[in-house]
């Protein structure tokens, strides 16, 4: 029977807890493996629960449609409105709507189109590399993390690339508000950001009606015109969580991983002389310390998690977080899962880009992308040195390294 006495509060405020949640966790799985928050929310964290969770098709992901209570606050309300007005990416629809957005998407996106990337990842990769080797340093993030994902999903929609600062601090706004902490204030300055990427993206997009390409924006826009298969506000809402997924995430698994690696030395090496390890590794560093912690789910009825004295009821329309990150992590599934082990036999069972429905539609992207950045990166030079302790940005959702400043010698 699990100990409550001694149970470990899940606080996302904790400085400690945002430092490293996976001591937190760990806790957490072992003493309360369902867990109720004073603020209402079901938090998971062994293996079984989340992987069934995100797989089971009672649990929603419409925010709006099942009943939950929600602050009555203008910003609150206008996001609700607008979600209403059909503004809801993909991510928060449940089928029938997310079926046929899903099947529409699904193309451009299979493993084989991702591999016809390969070299123009790499050449994007070389260039930066090469720009490195001249000066003997370079930062990570800035200079390789954020730049080629950035590029590559720009190029998949033949967005232009000078607004990228722009971009990326909407992007960094909009995610914000996926924090569990989020505040109105962050939301208000998120209503203010998307409009600003939206303004942005109906002029492209209209203008790409009439100069149609083979890029998937135009493949979308075909799907559009073709029937009323996908309203222009989903087209819109789509693009946006491409934009925003497409490097958001990636970003931090290059950094995350790249850390990750410098900390392990024996399993660089190891990597670097093995070209053959390329997937395991990619996956191992997903499990490791994955860029997404934990995704919401909403059960549409009364559900019950954890046993015995442990369970919890969650009402219908409440929050039931998927801690991603803890599963990841679970000793049930992985042995010595604080151990980073790039040859671990079974490290492509992890939940780093969610399941069932849900699943990351962008995966083999960011495979492609990470395998690439960070197996050239250590291939490319035989020192690779930390010029300062990096820095990790304050979110706990998307979680990553913000800086990380190199030296690198051949
Ligand atoms: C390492 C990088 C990435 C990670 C860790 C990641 C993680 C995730 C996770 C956890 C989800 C599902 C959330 C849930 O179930 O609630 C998701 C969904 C999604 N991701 Fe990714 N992602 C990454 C990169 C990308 C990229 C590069 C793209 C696109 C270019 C992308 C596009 C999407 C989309 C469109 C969805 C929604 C899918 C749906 O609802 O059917 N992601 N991702």
Same mark, same amino acid.
Request: hydrophobic share 40%.
């Given at each position: 029977?699990?100990?409550?006495?001694? %149970?470990?509060?899940?606080?996302?405020?904790?400085?400690?807890?945002?430092?490293?949640?996976?001591?937190?966790?760990?806790?957490?799985?072992?003493?309360?493996?369902?867990?109720?928050?004073? #603020?209402?929310?079901?938090?998971?964290?062994? #293996?079984?629960?989340?992987? *069934?969770?995100?797989?089971?098709?009672?649990?929603?992901?419409?925010?709006?449609?099942?009943?939950?209570?929600?602050?009555?606050?203008?910003?609150?309300?206008?996001?609700?409105?607008?979600?209403?007005?059909?503004?809801?990416?993909?991510?928060?629809?449940?089928?029938?709507?997310?079926?046929?957005?899903?099947?529409? =998407?699904?193309?451009?996106?299979?493993?084989?189109?991702?591999?016809?990337?390969?070299?123009? !990842?790499?050449?994007?990769?070389?260039? !930066?590399?090469?720009?490195?080797?001249?000066?003997?340093?370079?930062?990570?993030?800035?200079?390789?993390?954020?730049? &080629?994902?950035?590029?590559?999903?720009?190029?998949?929609?033949?967005?232009?690339?000078?607004?990228?600062?722009?971009?990326?601090?909407?992007?960094?706004?909009?995610?914000?508000?996926?924090?569990?902490?989020?505040? =109105?204030?962050?939301?208000?300055?998120?209503?203010?950001?998307? %409009?600003?990427? =939206?303004?942005? +993206?109906?002029?492209?997009?209209?203008?790409?009606?009439?100069?149609?390409?083979?890029?998937? +924006?135009?493949?979308?826009?075909?799907?559009?015109?073709?029937?009323?298969?996908? *309203? *222009?506000?989903?087209?819109?809402?789509?693009?946006?969580?491409?934009? =925003?997924?497409?490097?958001?995430?990636?970003?931090? +698994?290059?950094?995350?991983?790249?850390?990750?690696?410098?900390?392990?030395?024996?399993?660089?090496?190891?990597?670097?002389?093995?070209?053959?390890?390329?997937?395991?590794?990619?996956?191992?560093?997903?499990? $490791?310390?994955?860029? &997404?912690?934990?995704?919401?789910?909403?059960?549409?009825?009364?559900? &019950?998690?954890?046993?015995?004295?442990?369970?919890?009821?969650?009402?219908?329309?409440?929050?039931?977080?998927?801690?991603?990150?803890? %599963?990841?992590?679970?000793?049930? !599934? $992985?042995?010595?899962?604080?151990?980073?082990?790039?040859?671990?036999?079974?490290?492509?069972?992890?939940?780093?880009?969610?399941?069932?429905?849900? #699943?990351?539609?962008?995966?083999?992207?960011?495979?492609?992308?990470?395998? !690439?950045?960070?197996?050239?990166?250590?291939?490319?030079?035989?020192?690779?040195?930390?010029?300062?302790?990096?820095?990790?940005?304050?979110?706990?959702?998307?979680?990553?390294?913000?800086?990380?400043?190199?030296?690198?010698?051949?």
């Amino acid at each position: 029977m699990a100990d409550m006495t001694a %149970a470990p509060v899940y606080n996302p405020l904790d400085p400690a807890f945002r430092a490293d949640p996976y001591p937190f966790y760990d806790e957490l799985r072992s003493r309360e493996p369902a867990h109720l928050t004073p #603020y209402g929310m079901v938090v998971l964290t062994r #293996y079984e629960d989340v992987a *069934t969770t995100l797989r089971d098709p009672a649990m929603s992901r419409d925010v709006d449609a099942n009943g939950a209570p929600r602050p009555d606050d203008p910003v609150w309300r206008r996001r609700r409105e607008r979600r209403r007005d059909g503004a809801k990416s993909i991510l928060n629809l449940d089928p029938p709507d997310h079926t046929r957005l899903r099947r529409l =998407v699904n193309k451009a996106f299979t493993p084989p189109a991702i591999e016809a990337l390969r070299v123009s !990842v790499e050449q994007m990769v070389d260039d !930066v590399l090469d720009r490195a080797a001249e000066r003997g340093e370079f930062e990570l993030v800035d200079e390789l993390a954020f730049p &080629v994902p950035f590029e590559v999903i720009s190029d998949l929609l033949a967005i232009p690339k000078e607004r990228g600062d722009e971009i990326r601090e909407w992007s960094q706004v909009l995610t914000a508000t996926l924090e569990p902490t989020t505040t =109105v204030e962050s939301l208000a300055q998120a209503e203010h950001a998307s %409009a600003q990427l =939206v303004a942005y +993206l109906v002029e492209i997009v209209e203008e790409r009606r009439d100069n149609l390409g083979d890029d998937v +924006l135009s493949a979308l826009l075909v799907a559009e015109e073709e029937g009323d298969r996908l *309203t *222009t506000e989903e087209l819109l809402a789509f693009v946006v969580l491409l934009y =925003v997924a497409g490097h958001e995430t990636t970003v931090n +698994l290059i950094g995350n991983g790249t850390l990750a690696l410098l900390r392990n030395r024996d399993q660089l090496a190891r990597w670097r002389d093995d070209p053959g390890l390329d997937a395991n590794a990619v996956d191992e560093l997903l499990r $490791f310390d994955g860029p &997404v912690q934990h995704t919401v789910r909403i059960p549409v009825a009364p559900t &019950v998690f954890g046993e015995g004295d442990g369970a919890i009821e969650a009402p219908a329309g409440s929050s039931v977080l998927c801690v991603l990150g803890a %599963a990841n992590h679970d000793p049930s !599934v $992985f042995a010595d899962p604080h151990r980073l082990d790039l040859t671990r036999a079974n490290a492509n069972r992890h939940l780093a880009f969610s399941g069932g429905i849900h #699943y990351c539609l962008g995966a083999s992207l960011a495979r492609l992308e990470a395998s !690439v950045a960070i197996g050239r990166l250590i291939r490319r030079f035989d020192e690779i040195e930390l010029l300062a302790e990096p820095t990790f940005r304050d979110r706990l959702t998307i979680r990553g390294v913000d800086r990380m400043p190199l030296a690198v010698r051949t």
